[in-house]
């Protein structure tokens, strides 16, 4: 094998494991098909590109999410390091410029000595090199029969949704108002209010209204519970949508001094509030469908739409009988899988495991053993589900509390939350040393 690497796929997970690699003096090839070859919701050329959320949810250590970015920035994490430069919001939630980060992203990866990128479509795995696949759920049909005749299993796919984003310019301001309802950023998230009525009326016209047809995947698709499509939802119960996304709990008024009936919460897409996503109002609609449902939002009656929600297919291989806890392929030990085609969930599990593929690569270029992050981190316990978990019924799984073990039983509310990640912080760190040797 030669002394260098190759990534297939520039999202997140493969920016952060090229990076991770170069970092440490190895060569990397970075493939990435985008412009040359787009996919159905990336828009630009550039790496690391956000296509649904711009969020990357909490950064508090008491969060998973925000005890997963810890532990990544311990391991010098390119990924929250330019999350971190591009925040535009003071929360507790890391909101970035969506262009300011992939910029950031794209430079640091163009102009670094030991990365080359090439911009076309990779359709077969090289057998004899050591390889991280990185493409994401939106891999290519070609590529993906590869990965299938490789690790000899059927995929798993689920359907993800992205939210529409609007032009702040075409809003009415006089019928929204700024607030977080937890009150730490009064400019965290702009609200449009709903009265009983108008609440009522928009639910009816969403469930009327014309969705774009599945039928090249599957007759009955079956979508992730964590994004599911707002008529989905809508679907289950007319107050579905005021219990989850249009929850108005905490979210006062400020000219009636009252908790709305529902609210739309619009997230701000940059620095200058020029663009807002509508949170959790992921969609199949048609687009003509969803200019004339999403203009009875209040202050929305006029929007015009920077972007379209749209669904989309998230394929993912059975981990759980394809790779090891170090992302290497069980059967083919020089070939790493990385990000959300690995089972993880979500933008930051999706690059601390190509921090970890990146890691490992590197180790056994060098002759080293690949190594798994502790099950005492939440990278550790995330990597030890895909490796672990059921394979017949194994489905996505973001960060989270749950996943961690051998928790002493006396230990109950915040001691057991407290007792978790303090023993994460000291094992990730304990790691981070190991890996200096």
Request: aromatic share 8%.
């Given at each position: ?19 991770q690699?170069?970092?440490r ?7 990435e ?30 969060n ?15 990924i ?28 640091t ?10 911009r ?7 057998r ?18 590869d ?59 969403l469930l ?23 008529e989905e ?20 008024d400020?000219?009636t ?17 020029t ?22 939002i ?5 929007a015009e739409?920077?972007r ?10 059975k ?24 089972g993880v ?42 490796e ?25 509310g ?6 978790m ?17």
């Amino acid at each position: 094998m030669t002394k260098e690497v190759i990534v297939i796929g520039g999202g997140l997970a493969g920016s952060e494991a090229a990076y991770q690699i170069a970092k440490r003096g190895i060569k990397v090839k970075l493939y990435e098909m985008r412009p040359a070859k787009q996919t159905p919701v990336h828009k630009t050329g550039k790496l690391a590109e956000l296509v649904c959320s711009n969020s990357l949810k909490s950064v508090d250590l008491y969060n998973a999410s925000g005890l997963l970015k810890f532990e990544m920035e311990t391991l010098d994490s390119l990924i929250i390091r330019a999350a971190k430069e591009a925040k535009i919001n003071e929360g507790k939630a890391l909101v970035v410029d969506r262009n300011i980060f992939s910029d950031i992203i794209t430079r640091t990866i163009e102009e670094h000595p030991n990365v080359e990128i090439i911009r076309e479509e990779v359709k077969e795995i090289p057998r004899d090199r050591i390889v991280i696949v990185a493409t994401g759920p939106l891999t290519s049909d070609d590529l993906a029969k590869d990965i299938q005749r490789l690790t000899g299993e059927d995929y798993l796919a689920f359907y993800d949704a992205v939210s529409p984003i609007v032009d702040g310019e075409t809003l009415n301001y006089d019928k929204l108002f700024w607030a977080d309802r937890h009150g730490r950023d009064p400019y965290a998230y702009l609200n449009a209010p709903f009265t009983q009525e108008e609440y009522y009326r928009f639910v009816e016209e969403l469930l009327n209204a014309e969705k774009y047809e599945i039928k090249e995947f599957e007759q009955n698709p079956k979508f992730f519970e964590g994004c599911l499509p707002i008529e989905e939802m809508a679907r289950r119960g007319p107050d579905t949508l005021r219990f989850g996304p249009m929850n108005p709990r905490g979210l006062v008024d400020p000219r009636t001094g009252k908790e709305p009936f529902a609210v739309v919460q619009l997230r701000p897409e940059n620095r200058d509030r020029t663009a807002f996503s509508l949170v959790g109002f992921q969609t199949q609609l048609k687009w003509g469908e969803q200019k004339r449902v999403f203009r009875l939002i209040p202050g929305l009656e006029n929007a015009e739409f920077l972007r379209y929600g749209v669904i989309h297919r998230n394929t993912f291989i059975k981990s759980p009988k394809v790779l090891r806890a170090t992302l290497q392929m069980r059967e083919h030990p020089n070939i790493f899988f990385a990000g959300q085609i690995t089972g993880v969930e979500g933008y930051v599990a999706s690059s601390a495991s190509g921090l970890i593929a990146g890691i490992n690569a590197s180790r056994l270029v060098r002759g080293k053993e690949p190594i798994a992050p502790p099950e005492e981190t939440m990278m550790g316990a995330l990597l030890h589900y895909i490796e672990n978990a059921d394979p017949e019924h194994f489905q996505p799984m973001p960060p989270q509390f749950g996943l961690f073990e051998d928790i002493p039983p006396h230990l109950k509310g915040r001691k057991r939350r407290e007792y978790m990640i303090e023993r994460a912080v000291r094992a990730i760190r304990e790691f981070a040393e190991k890996l200096e040797l």
